[in-house]
């Protein structure tokens, strides 16, 4: 009933609360579509004839909605014992009030490759976003479920996105039960509940605090990321590293492609390897300068930059902000509430394309015959240009 949310849920049921002028259940709907989902099942119990009125059978937006309906005081493992004549062999589970951006084909390839009748989506809670309730071991398979979130050593926060195989109803009671206490135990002790770790943080609408936080992700936000050597500005010779703003040469084209970009509304972020402070070639308040210097030559030319991220660290310091592991993105898209699914990244090397990749988003490579003009000009055609 959304108690932690009152007044909004006196009269809105949770999943209800608008976001950006969408309810968010729309946001996760739309998500899904884009997931090439095309049937959903609603299980409802607290006002349910809003969830209804708003979604119809789901033809407006493009996939087929069903309903099943329970009273408000139903546990998920009811409703969804309620719901197994509906939904197919294998299936998802979402909870309608946390928000991750799904990417199915990976899940399911995880899900697969572990031979499991559930796998269960893990946020690696790095940053101590919430408390940790599950333990993963080195395979991948969940070794511990802990509702009071008391035990050591866990793992991360279970934040839903299940992927289940059907086989799991016939562990189900037909009575009003709890789904965490009764069948995670049991899945777990039978080593079939797998967990699919992220470090993409998860939005939700479980509490007042996070709905600010919530609607600002929820955005439409363009973002580009960008490397700075090879891209932005000249490379330094191999083994050699760009130390002082003497030695900074923007590439041709650059500057108008990121002012292309700005003026576009693309909100822009550098993501850049230091080794050389690692190396002591250089020192941070080296780094700073020239950074303090491009800044202002972007700013002379229109261009925003929003925040610039570098990894000081070497190739064998163990770090995870040191590309190709997607460290920087994922810090970035947590400080400023960032989709990463929705992002672009430009570099200009293999390491630039892995960390893309890994961080889930899609990512252009700069290269001799390419400059970053041509990369943002297949990102937005000149016709499309407002500039």
Known sequence: MGTRLRPITDTLPKPMIPMNGKPFLEHLIKMLKENSIEEVVLLLGYLPQKVQEHFGDGSKFGLKIRYSIGDVSFETGKRLKDAEEIVNQNFLLLYCDNYWPLNLGKLLAYHNARNVKAT???YTNKDNFSKSNMRLDDQGYVTLY???RQEKNLSG???GFYVFSKDIFSMMPKTNFSFEKEILPQLIAKKQ???YPTDHRYYSVGSLERLPVTEDFLKQKKVVFLDRDGVINRKAPKADYI???????????SLEA?????????????ISNQASIARRIMTEEDLTEIHQNMIRVLEENGIRLKKIYYCPHGWNDGCECRKPKPGMFYQAGKENNLNLSKAVFIGDDERDELAGEAAGIKTFLVTPEKSLLNVVNEIIPPQNNLG
Do not use: C
């Open 120 to 122: 269960v989506t893990l």
């Open 146 to 148: 802990d509702k009071t």
């Open 157 to 159: 926060v279970e934040i």
């Open 193 to 195: 509940l797998a967990g």
């Open 243 to 253: 130390k002082t703003w003497k030695e900074f040469q923007f590439l041709p084209g």
């Open 258 to 270: 990121m002012r292309r970009l700005t003026e576009n509304g693309y909100e822009l972020y550098l």
